[in-house]
C-alpha cells in the first residue's frame, strides 16, 4: 500500500474517532497510535506526519468544510450523514484546497476510501459532491 494512501485511510480513521467522540482532535491522534502499537507491533509506531497534517488541517477548517458540503449536498443535513461519508467528503475537501495534487488523484483517493469503508450509494454520492466542490472552485478561481 502506497504510504500515502495509507496516511489517507488513518486519517479518515482518526477524524471518524474525533467526530463520533467529540474529543480533541489530539487525544483521537494519540489514541490511534495507542491502536498501532497494540495492534501491529510491539514497539512503538513511527509518526505518520502526512496523517496528522491531514487531520489537523481537515478539523482547523471543519466550519468552511461543513459550509461547502451542505451547499452541495442538496436534501442531505450533515449531521445525518453516514459519519464515515461525511469525513471522507471532509478529508478529501481539505485536501482539495491544498492545491498540492491534481483535483482527479485526490477524488479517486477519496471513492477508493467509500468503497473500502462504505457502500456503494456513497462513492455516488461523494463522487457528485467533490465534483461539484471541485467545479466550484475552479470557477471562483476564474473570477
Known amino acids: 500500500m502506497a504510504a500515502r494512501h ?20 489530539d487525544c483521537a491522534i494519540a489514541h490511534f497510535y495507542g491502536t498501532l502499537y497494540s495492534e501491529e507491533s510491539e514497539t512503538k509506531p513511527k509518526p505518520d506526519k502526512f496523517m496528522e497534517e491531514l487531520v489537523r488541517g481537515t478539523v482547523g477548517s471543519v466550519s468552511e468544510i461543513d459550509k461547502k458540503i451542505e451547499g452541495k449536498a ?38 477508493e476510501l467509500a468503497r473500502q469503508f462504505s457502500n456503494d450509494e456513497a462513492v455516488s454520492f461523494i463522487n457528485g459532491i467533490l465534483d461539484a466542490v471541485h467545479r466550484q472552485s475552479l470557477l471562483a478561481g476564474q473570477q
Open 74 to 111: 442538496q436534501n442531505w443535513r450533515l449531521e445525518r450523514m453516514p459519519v464515515v461519508d461525511r469525513n471522507i467528503l471532509r478529508l478529501a475537501i481539505y485536501e482539495l484546497g491544498l492545491n498540492t495534487l491534481p483535483a482527479p488523484v485526490i477524488i479517486d483517493e477519496a471513492l
Open 6 to 25: 495509507r496516511s489517507r485511510k488513518r486519517a479518515l480513521q482518526v477524524l471518524f474517532e474525533w467526530d463520533m467522540r467529540g474529543e480533541p482532535v
